[in-house]
Structure formats: structure tokens, C-alpha cells
């Protein structure tokens, strides 16, 4: 090190752009908070407010008590719906990954082919079929709409694939020495030993369908129905200028991501950043 | 490893004569069990739909009508058709499209490789940073577009109050495409940085201490060791972010309403409302077949211009 003093310099600037930029992007966010605790007249200030004054938790109080927009309603259909679905993705992508990695039969690779080429389709072609097929179903207007048709998604039977091929086949082999079926084999070994790959599937998964916004809006329509990124659409377009609702709504449609960030937050990273899922 | 999984001679004989029975043979229809869950699902959400969509496309499908008439390819001649309804709307919205995509992508290509190269090192508080820089992004578009339609509000916003401006983002153009755009920007710009910094931390740093042997100064580094290291990834997120931006959906929801007159109503979202809100599926089908094929063709062109540049 020819100039230690430099690149402490450099790094000490690399900290100081990364830090203020930091603190600008978190901000937009830090608003939406405060803003949920202010009066009507706070939240419709033209002076920013960045410590509402007075303090209240008003908002909060007035949307769970509406009758138009029931929120909590909505949180649990929400909670049901990313629920339900990430488990629905796992339970049907990892034996079909698995058997796609690991057992040999006739047809396999033309299916594995196909399935992995759909994810070269535009998922807009999906869309008014789909809908169609929901109706067929008699689903629209309730939760399996919203659950069930992107679990015929490719993207958790490929990942997970991937994932079957990195593990090694010996502990498998010796199991099948000591007569484990091949569920049995699968449920004991492969799945335990895929865990890091399930439960970031699971994760995206919930992520995915707690956030979906386009089906939603189309395929629920009653008001006891709806999930919650659904609902607040609706809230919206009733309630532009009742900021302090808007923000209160958004805050609780965030808490359960922002909770499940913080503590899965490198899975989800890494999953996301390996795995190239895009949104 | 090896040693204590593979038996030995006494077991392997006793492998052999049980072979024949359950314990080595697995039934033939076994994979199909594990296949069949998902499989099904496949084929009634992902085959069918794709199939079932093309046919829609050639009727005249309201579902709310009990007669769909065949109309073959009339649909898509409407769309081509740009003095029509149908065709005049369409190509306004894949205007919008183009628009978004366009002024959106350079940005969320360039942004995020930027982020990432100053995250690339070992410091301390860089997970934080990169926790914070992908935060936005766990956010679904619905609280996205309230908040920053909330900090662009003409009237009581931020936005203009710290840029002491005075502008309309939500219903004047230009305005509205940079709103669109710049919030989008902040929404998914945590995404590809990560993946960017996780293909900048798969380039050997063999590559860097040689490049560096050879005399080369940081651009040189930059651009013979940086840009060839993060050339598979590229691929893939340069292609995922013409998708994403192309189907651009809730900002311009939430935001715009597609104001002023629908010219910040994307193709995704005419087909939406033409087929789920208006019943006219027919149409909003072919449209989005027709969305599909430019799509393809984009992602076809991103492959073919990466695979030029690597045999060059």
C-alpha cells in the first residue's frame, strides 16, 4: 500500500455517496409512515411535515372501522391467497423437479422441453384465457383465482430442478440400498436437503402473489373478496385526497413484506439474484 | 463419502438378489405420480390457455353473449386496421408501450450497474446498503403507486415543493412519462443491481490482478475484464427488464389512469380492460397475441445482438 491515507480517503467517500443515497431512496417510505399518523389537515399540508404534529392515530382507526373498505378483510384474504399459493407451488414443483431430475422414464426430457419453454411465452396471452377458464371454473370473485392458476407457472419446477441436479446422488443411492421407495427417498432425503432452495421458492412465491396487482383487480369484485393491493386500488380512486387513509392503507399492506424482508432478507436476495427471477 | 455409501462385496451380492423385487425397481408409473400434481395444472393454466386464447382471438367473444361468432382473422385486420376503433386504441397504447420501454430501460440498465460497481468490494455496511437499494422493491406496485402518488401530487407534493416546481405529473406530457419512468426507476432499481453485483462477484479476481499485471488502468479493467465477465448476465437482464417495462401495468394503473387522453395507457392495460372490464375478448386477444409477437421479436433481437458481440 503505496498511499493507505488515499484509499481510506476514497473509501470514506464511497460511504458518504452510498449513505446519502441511501437515506434519499428509504425516504419516499419514511413518508408514507409519518404521513399514516397525521391528521387530514397534516397529511394535506403544503409544507412538508416530516414529524406529524399532532401525532394520531386517527387514520388507522378510520379505515378499520369503514364499512366500504374492509381492510382486515382483505389482510386475511391476502394472507390466505400468498399463502395458499406458495404452498400450492411447492407442493406440485418439487416432485415434478424432482422426478425431472432424478428419475429416468420415457417422455422426459420432451416434458421437461416443454415446460421450460413456456417460460419463453408472453405471460399476456395468458391473460383473457385464463380469466376464461377461472369463470369456467365458477372461481372468479373468490380466493382460488388468485391462488391456483400462476402455480402452472414454470419458473418453481425449474429452480428447483436445478437445485435436485447440485445435490448428491450417493446418499440417495444408499437409501435405496436400505429399500426406501422413491417417496420415500424423496420425502426423507431429497426434500430436507433442498430446504435453502424451498423455502426461497416459498418466499418469492408469497412475495409474488401478496404484491400481484393486474389479476387482482380483474378477477375479484366484491368488496369482501378482494385482496389487499386489490382493495386499496379501489380505496384509491374513492379517497384521492385523504392522504393520511391512503398512507394508513399503504402501511399495513407493507408490514408483512417489510417483516418478512427483514428476517429472510438475505434469502431473498440471493434467491432473487441467483436465481434471475424477475418480478 | 463414497466408501460408506457404495456396500461391499458381501452386501452388494445380497443387492443383487434383491434386485429383482421392489427394492431396486421402481414402478413404471412412479415418475408420472410425481409429475401428475403439477402437471395437471400445467395443462389447464399454461397449455390450454394458450391454445383456448388463439381461438378466442378468431371470434367475436363476449362473454356475456351466448353467440361467438367465427370471424377468423377479422380481429387481427381491425387491429391493422388503423383507422378502426379497435386498431386506433391499439396502436396508441403500443405507442405508450414503446414510450415506457424506451425511456425506461437504458435507465434501469445503467442505474443499477452503477449501484453495483460501487457496491462491488469488500466494506463494511455493504449488505445494509444492499438491503436498503432492494427494499422498494418488496413493495408491491399498489403501495408503490399510493406513495408516489401522494409525493407527486401537483398541489401538496414533495416532489414540487423541494424542486420548487409547479408541474402536473399524473395528467401533463411530458411530465407524466418522466413520473412513470423515475418511479419505476426507484421501484425495481434494487433488483438488477443484485444481480449484477452477483455476476461482478462470479468474475475471478485472477482476471483483475492479470489485467493489472498487463498495466491496465481502471477503464481498461473496466472494459476488458468488467463488461466480458458480466456479459451472461447481461443477457438475461437486459432481456428481463424489455419484458417488465413492455408490460407495464399497475404505475401506469395507479398513477396516470393512462391520462391525459390514454396516452399513457399501455397495451397491457388496453387488453386488460378491453377483455376483463368490457367483455370484448375477441379483441382484447388478438391484441394480446399481437403484443406477444413484438415481444418475442425484441427478445429474439437482445439474444442475437449479445451472441454477435461475443464472436466478435
Given at each position: 500500500?503505496?498511499?493507505?491515507?488515499?484509499?481510506?480517503?476514497?473509501?470514506?467517500?464511497?460511504?458518504?455517496?452510498?449513505?446519502?443515497?441511501a437515506?434519499?431512496y428509504i425516504?419516499?417510505l419514511?413518508?408514507?409512515?409519518?404521513?399514516?399518523?397525521?391528521?387530514?389537515?397534516?397529511?394535506?399540508?403544503?409544507?412538508?411535515?416530516?414529524?406529524?404534529?399532532?401525532?394520531?392515530?386517527?387514520?388507522?382507526?378510520?379505515?378499520?372501522?369503514?364499512?366500504?373498505?374492509?381492510?382486515?378483510?382483505?389482510f386475511?384474504?391476502s394472507l390466505i391467497a400468498a399463502t395458499g399459493h406458495a404452498v400450492l407451488v411447492l407442493a406440485?414443483a418439487a416432485?415434478?423437479?424432482?422426478?425431472?431430475?432424478?428419475?429416468?422414464?420415457?417422455?422426459?426430457?420432451?416434458?421437461?422441453?416443454?415446460?421450460?419453454?413456456?417460460?419463453?411465452?408472453?405471460?399476456?396471452?395468458?391473460?383473457?384465457?385464463?380469466?376464461?377458464?377461472?369463470?369456467?371454473?365458477?372461481?372468479?370473485?373468490?380466493?382460488?383465482?388468485?391462488?391456483?392458476?400462476?402455480?402452472?407457472?414454470?419458473f418453481g419446477?425449474?429452480f428447483l430442478?436445478q437445485f435436485?441436479?447440485?445435490?448428491?446422488?450417493?446418499?440417495?443411492?444408499?437409501?435405496?440400498?436400505?429399500?426406501?421407495?422413491?417417496?420415500?427417498?424423496?420425502?426423507?432425503?431429497?426434500l430436507p436437503l433442498a430446504k435453502p432452495a424451498l423455502v426461497t421458492l416459498f418466499l418469492l412465491s408469497f412475495l409474488t402473489n401478496w404484491n400481484d396487482?393486474?389479476?387482482?383487480?380483474?378477477?375479484?369484485?366484491?368488496?369482501?373478496?378482494?385482496?389487499l393491493?386489490?382493495?386499496?386500488?379501489?380505496?384509491?380512486?374513492?379517497?384521492?385526497?385523504?392522504?393520511?387513509?391512503?398512507?394508513?392503507?399503504?402501511v399495513i399492506a407493507s408490514v408483512p413484506v417489510i417483516l418478512l424482508y427483514l428476517v429472510a432478507q438475505r434469502w431473498v436476495i440471493e434467491g432473487i439474484s441467483r436465481s434471475g427471477l424477475k418480478g | 463419502?463414497?466408501?460408506?455409501?457404495?456396500?461391499?462385496?458381501?452386501?452388494?451380492?445380497?443387492?443383487?438378489?434383491?434386485?429383482?423385487?421392489?427394492?431396486?425397481?421402481?414402478?413404471?408409473?412412479?415418475?408420472?405420480?410425481?409429475?401428475?400434481?403439477?402437471?395437471?395444472?400445467?395443462?389447464?393454466?399454461?397449455?390450454?390457455?394458450?391454445?383456448?386464447?388463439?381461438?378466442?382471438?378468431?371470434?367475436?367473444?363476449?362473454?356475456?353473449?351466448?353467440?361467438?361468432?367465427?370471424?377468423?382473422?377479422?380481429?387481427?385486420?381491425?387491429?391493422?386496421?388503423?383507422?378502426?376503433?379497435?386498431?386506433?386504441?391499439?396502436?396508441?397504447?403500443?405507442?405508450?408501450?414503446?414510450?415506457?420501454?424506451?425511456?425506461?430501460?437504458?435507465?434501469?440498465?445503467?442505474?443499477?450497474?452503477?449501484?453495483?460497481?460501487?457496491m462491488?468490494?469488500?466494506?463494511?455496511g455493504r449488505n445494509v446498503y444492499r438491503a436498503v437499494y432492494f427494499a422498494p422493491y418488496v413493495l408491491g406496485?399498489?403501495v408503490v403507486?399510493?406513495?408516489?402518488?401522494?409525493?407527486?401530487?401537483?398541489?401538496?407534493?414533495?416532489?414540487?415543493?423541494?424542486?420548487?416546481?409547479?408541474?402536473?405529473?399524473?395528467?401533463?406530457?411530458?411530465?407524466?412519462?418522466?413520473?412513470?419512468?423515475?418511479?419505476?426507476?426507484?421501484w425495481t432499481?434494487g433488483l438488477?443491481a443484485v444481480i449484477?453485483l452477483a455476476?461482478?462477484q462470479?468474475?475471478?479476481?485472477?482476471?483483475?490482478?492479470?489485467?493489472?499485471?498487463?498495466?491496465?488502468?481502471?477503464?481498461?479493467?473496466?472494459?476488458?475484464?468488467?463488461?466480458?465477465?458480466?456479459?451472461?448476465?447481461?443477457?438475461?437482464?437486459?432481456?428481463?427488464?424489455?419484458?417488465?417495462?413492455?408490460?407495464?401495468?399497475?404505475?401506469?394503473?395507479?398513477?396516470?389512469?393512462?391520462?391525459?387522453?390514454?396516452?399513457?395507457?399501455?397495451?397491457?392495460?388496453?387488453?386488460?380492460?378491453?377483455?376483463?372490464?368490457?367483455?370484448?375478448?375477441?379483441?382484447?386477444?388478438?391484441?394480446?397475441?399481437?403484443?406477444?409477437?413484438?415481444?418475442?421479436?425484441?427478445?429474439?433481437?437482445?439474444?442475437?445482438?449479445?451472441?454477435?458481440?461475443?464472436?466478435?
Amino acid at each position: 500500500m503505496s498511499a493507505p491515507s488515499a484509499v481510506r480517503v476514497r473509501r470514506a467517500l464511497l460511504h458518504l455517496v452510498l449513505a446519502v443515497v441511501a437515506a434519499l431512496y428509504i425516504s419516499p417510505l419514511v413518508y408514507m409512515v409519518t404521513t399514516s399518523f397525521k391528521t387530514r389537515e397534516g397529511a394535506g399540508s403544503t409544507t412538508p411535515q416530516w414529524i406529524p404534529s399532532p401525532a394520531t392515530t386517527g387514520a388507522y382507526r378510520e379505515i378499520l372501522d369503514s364499512a366500504d373498505s374492509p381492510i382486515m378483510t382483505w389482510f386475511a384474504n391476502s394472507l390466505i391467497a400468498a399463502t395458499g399459493h406458495a404452498v400450492l407451488v411447492l407442493a406440485t414443483a418439487a416432485p415434478a423437479a424432482y422426478a425431472l431430475a432424478r428419475l429416468s422414464f420415457r417422455g422426459r426430457s420432451t416434458i421437461f422441453t416443454v415446460v421450460v419453454a413456456t417460460l419463453f411465452v408472453p405471460p399476456v396471452v395468458l391473460l383473457v384465457p385464463n380469466f376464461l377458464i377461472v369463470n369456467e371454473l365458477a372461481w372468479v370473485d373468490s380466493l382460488p383465482a388468485v391462488i391456483v392458476p400462476a402455480a402452472a407457472g414454470a419458473f418453481g419446477v425449474f429452480f428447483l430442478r436445478q437445485f435436485f441436479l447440485t445435490l448428491p446422488a450417493e446418499l440417495e443411492e444408499a437409501a435405496e440400498l436400505d429399500g426406501c421407495n422413491r417417496w420415500q427417498i424423496f420425502t426423507t432425503i431429497a426434500l430436507p436437503l433442498a430446504k435453502p432452495a424451498l423455502v426461497t421458492l416459498f418466499l418469492l412465491s408469497f412475495l409474488t402473489n401478496w404484491n400481484d396487482f393486474l389479476w387482482p383487480i380483474y378477477v375479484l369484485l366484491s368488496p369482501d373478496a378482494l385482496t389487499l393491493p386489490a382493495g386499496l386500488g379501489n380505496f384509491q380512486s374513492a379517497n384521492t385526497i385523504r392522504y393520511d387513509l391512503l398512507m394508513a392503507g399503504a402501511v399495513i399492506a407493507s408490514v408483512p413484506v417489510i417483516l418478512l424482508y427483514l428476517v429472510a432478507q438475505r434469502w431473498v436476495i440471493e434467491g432473487i439474484s441467483r436465481s434471475g427471477l424477475k418480478g | 463419502m463414497s466408501l460408506l455409501t457404495r456396500p461391499g462385496g458381501v452386501e452388494e451380492v445380497a443387492f443383487a438378489a434383491s434386485s429383482g423385487t421392489s427394492a431396486r425397481r421402481m414402478n413404471r408409473w412412479t415418475p408420472y405420480a410425481f409429475l401428475a400434481p403439477y402437471l395437471v395444472l400445467f395443462a389447464v393454466f399454461m397449455v390450454l390457455p394458450i391454445g383456448f386464447g388463439f381461438w378466442t382471438s378468431l371470434h367475436e367473444w363476449d362473454i356475456t353473449l351466448p353467440s361467438k361468432p367465427f370471424v377468423g382473422l377479422g380481429n387481427y385486420a381491425d387491429l391493422f386496421d388503423p383507422s378502426s376503433v379497435d386498431g386506433s386504441r391499439f396502436w396508441t397504447a403500443m405507442r405508450a408501450t414503446g414510450i415506457f420501454t424506451v425511456a425506461s430501460v437504458p435507465l434501469l440498465i445503467g442505474l443499477p450497474l452503477l449501484v453495483a460497481l460501487l457496491m462491488n468490494g469488500r466494506f463494511g455496511g455493504r449488505n445494509v446498503y444492499r438491503a436498503v437499494y432492494f427494499a422498494p422493491y418488496v413493495l408491491g406496485v399498489a403501495v408503490v403507486g399510493f406513495v408516489w402518488r401522494y409525493l407527486l401530487d401537483g398541489n401538496i407534493g414533495l416532489v414540487n415543493h423541494y424542486l420548487g416546481l409547479d408541474v402536473q405529473w399524473t395528467t401533463d406530457l411530458p411530465a407524466a412519462w418522466v413520473a412513470l419512468v423515475g418511479v419505476t426507476v426507484w421501484w425495481t432499481l434494487g433488483l438488477n443491481a443484485v444481480i449484477f453485483l452477483a455476476g461482478l462477484q462470479d468474475i475471478p479476481r485472477e482476471l483483475y490482478e492479470a489485467a493489472m499485471v498487463d498495466g491496465a488502468g481502471p477503464l481498461a479493467r473496466f472494459r476488458s475484464v468488467t463488461l466480458p465477465g458480466l456479459r451472461p448476465v447481461s443477457v438475461f437482464v437486459v432481456n428481463a427488464t424489455i419484458l417488465a417495462s413492455a408490460n407495464m401495468f399497475g404505475q401506469s394503473y395507479l398513477l396516470t389512469s393512462g391520462a391525459p387522453a390514454d396516452q399513457t395507457k399501455t397495451a397491457i392495460y388496453l387488453i386488460a380492460e378491453t377483455g376483463l372490464r368490457q367483455f370484448d375478448m375477441g379483441t382484447a386477444s388478438s391484441m394480446s397475441f399481437v403484443l406477444a409477437g413484438f415481444l418475442m421479436c425484441a427478445s429474439a433481437l437482445v439474444f442475437a445482438a449479445f451472441r454477435d458481440r461475443g464472436r466478435r
